[in-house]
């Protein structure tokens, strides 16, 4: 595999006369996590169809896993493993019987069957619920299972449309852990979702898609620094401190109660040890310092428009 195991350069898709990508460039390196946003409408799912070679594209270039996706769907296909946003299981076979199904079907050599099967179930955590119809099984446990089938195969790229949604805030953090554990493994994760906290606890770099472009593209410490409203905080131990530190820092805001000072900045290395310089130049110190950025509902808002709650596929 490439270092790059997605490389898309402007991929477009037209749908008769209405435009849904307008030349989009993504680059996903091996073994990170990256996360696709976007409102109703944006194109997101229309770019993971291709990706996936659900549909072709009407140009650019889309390379997964080092094979092109137009000429090479086979080979795609036998690299990647997608997992849809509602659990693609049979409610009336066990969690062991979906996965013998997935074995069956998939290319796993003779012998090994049982031995992924049985792998599958503890890495999951399914051993006790095996033997049991999945119609019985939680959302949480539908979930796992339907990503455990995926990795019947062993893709080294994996799809995760929403995978999430509908779980309680427990499940999620197990998935959470789970998708970190893959990646870990060195597996490539392309996440789709609707949820921002999410994609900033996960994602190592997110791409923002609004009416079939990208409108922005960094991790999500990038992206939220991208914002005003970026600032330090800086909290003393007396008044006179305050005061004193009011008098350098005259763009600061004041938090009498807190003792503390909010100053803007970038969040950057650079220009909070200048910020520390200055105050020291003054013979004052904080007692304690913290970075305050704006969250990814706010980046959201402000690059394409809408509210978070239009985030869905």
């Known amino acids: 595999m490439t270092s790059s195991a997605i490389a898309v350069s402007g991929l477009r898709k037209a749908y008769k006369d209405k435009v849904v990508l307008d030349g989009i460039d993504l680059d996903v390196p091996s073994g990170t996590i990256f996360s696709l946003l976007g409102p109703n409408g944006a194109g997101k799912t229309t770019a993971v169809n291709v990706l996936t070679t659900l549909i072709r594209a009407d140009g650019g270039t889309v390379r997964v896993a080092g ?3 137009a000429t090479e769907a086979k080979a ?13 299981v049979d409610e009336l076979l066990t969690g062991q019987e979906n996965l013998q199904l997935m074995v069956d079907l998939a290319p796993v ?12 179930l503890e890495r999951f955590d399914l051993v006790e619920a095996a033997r049991k119809p999945v119609s019985a099984y939680s959302g949480g446990m539908r979930r796992k299972l339907d990503l455990a089938m995926t990795l019947v195969g062993n893709p080294r790229i994996i799809f995760l449309d929403e995978p999430t949604t509908g779980l309680d805030p427990r499940s999620r953090r197990t998935m959470w852990s789970i998708i970190r554990e893959l990646v870990a493994d060195g597996v490539t994760i392309f996440l789709t979702t609707q949820y921002l906290d999410e994609a900033d606890q996960l994602a190592d770099r997110i791409a923002v898609l609004d009416q079939g472009r990208i409108v922005a593209q960094g991790s999500p410490d990038e992206l939220k620094r991208r914002l005003p409203g970026t600032h330090v905080r800086l909290r003393f131990a007396t008044a006179a401190e305050l005061d004193a530190a009011a008098l350098v820092l ?11 000072l909010r100053v803007p900045s970038d969040g950057g290395t650079r220009s909070v040890r200048a910020l520390l310089d200055r105050l020291d130049e ?12 704006p969250d990814l509902d706010d980046v959201f808002l402000a690059l394409t428009g809408h509210a978070t709650e239009v985030v869905a596929k």
């Open 76 to 88: 795609v296909r036998g690299a990647i493993g997608v997992t849809g946003q509602f659990a693609a």
């Open 67 to 69: 094979h092109d996706v």
């Open 250 to 260: 005259t763009d600061s805001l004041r938090d009498e109660e807190a003792l503390a």
């Open 109 to 120: 050599r003779a012998g090994e069957g049982r031995r992924t099967v049985a792998s599958l």
């Open 282 to 293: 003054y013979s004052l110190g904080a007692e304690e310092l913290s970075v305050h950025t």
